[in-house]
């Protein structure tokens, strides 16, 4: 199993972007897929979680600003970003988990300030 991020890149603060992960196989087979974030310094951190039947979960901070998403037909998972913080600058990682955990590789979002 693969995945690939991208979409991330340099924005000012309170802009937008969305990030794509798509996946070498069908993310139906896919307990649930997530989005986690590691800032330099600090540890990853859960982001945002997606189940098969499409019920999204977002920590505190990102709730009314992210959006978790998914699209079979693609088979992809986006993460629409909006209000951006200078503290939202991370790596991006996708996360898809069935009986293992994937990983992506990783997309850098810079927000200035």
């Known amino acids: 199993v693969q995945l690939q991020a991208s979409g991330g890149g340099l924005v000012q603060a309170g802009g937008s972007l969305r990030l794509s992960c798509i996946a070498s196989?069908?993310?139906?087979?896919?307990?649930?897929m997530a989005w986690y974030r590691q800032a330099p310094g600090k540890e990853r951190e859960l982001v945002a979680t997606i189940t098969v039947g499409g019920k999204a979960k977002y920590v505190d901070a990102m709730k009314g600003r992210f959006t978790i998403a998914r699209d079979v037909a693609k088979d992809a998972a986006f993460l629409g970003m909006n209000s951006l913080k200078p503290e939202d600058t991370a790596v991006y990682y996708c996360n898809a988990h069935s009986s293992e955990d994937y990983w992506g590789q990783g997309t850098q979002v810079t927000v200035s300030s």
């Open positions: 196989v069908g993310i139906n087979s896919f307990n649930y």
